[in-house]
């Protein structure tokens, strides 16, 4: 299987940011997933959310993985809820095992995500 190049996708919703995310998640993948980060500087300020939908990465890799936990602590340090969905069941048995639920709500689909922000923002 050819790698597939990685691609984010970024906009921000009323109080959050939403990241879609797309190809194979690895360590190359870090410098483009946190650059988006380094200067926003509005996390815990007007962001207070962030959503990953991971519906279109078929692969993650453990560098993948140690991006996302730093992607995920990065927002908890700053007091922001991570969201997670469209994660196939083996990649949320590893996050559960890297102890990556720690820092990030896993939930089925979009809409789920969506209330539950919903609910927390009010």
């Not at 190049?5 to 797309?22: M, R």
């Not at 560098?63 to 340090?77: C, E």
């Amino acid at each position: 299987m050819a790698d597939q190049p990685f691609s984010i996708a970024l906009h921000k919703f009323t109080g959050g940011l939403a990241l879609k995310l797309e190809g194979d998640l690895s360590k190359s993948a870090e410098s483009k997933l946190l650059s988006g980060f380094e200067g926003e500087m509005e996390l815990g300020k007007s962001i207070r959310f962030l959503t990953l939908d991971l519906t279109k990465v078929d692969y993650i890799n453990s560098g993948g993985m140690a991006v996302l936990i730093r992607l995920a602590r990065m927002g908890s340090k700053a007091g922001v809820h991570t969201f997670a969905w469209g994660i196939t069941p083996h990649y949320e048995k590893l996050f559960r095992m890297v102890g990556l639920t720690e820092y990030l709500m896993i939930y089925p689909n979009e809409f789920a995500v969506m209330q539950r922000i919903e609910a927390l923002g009010q």
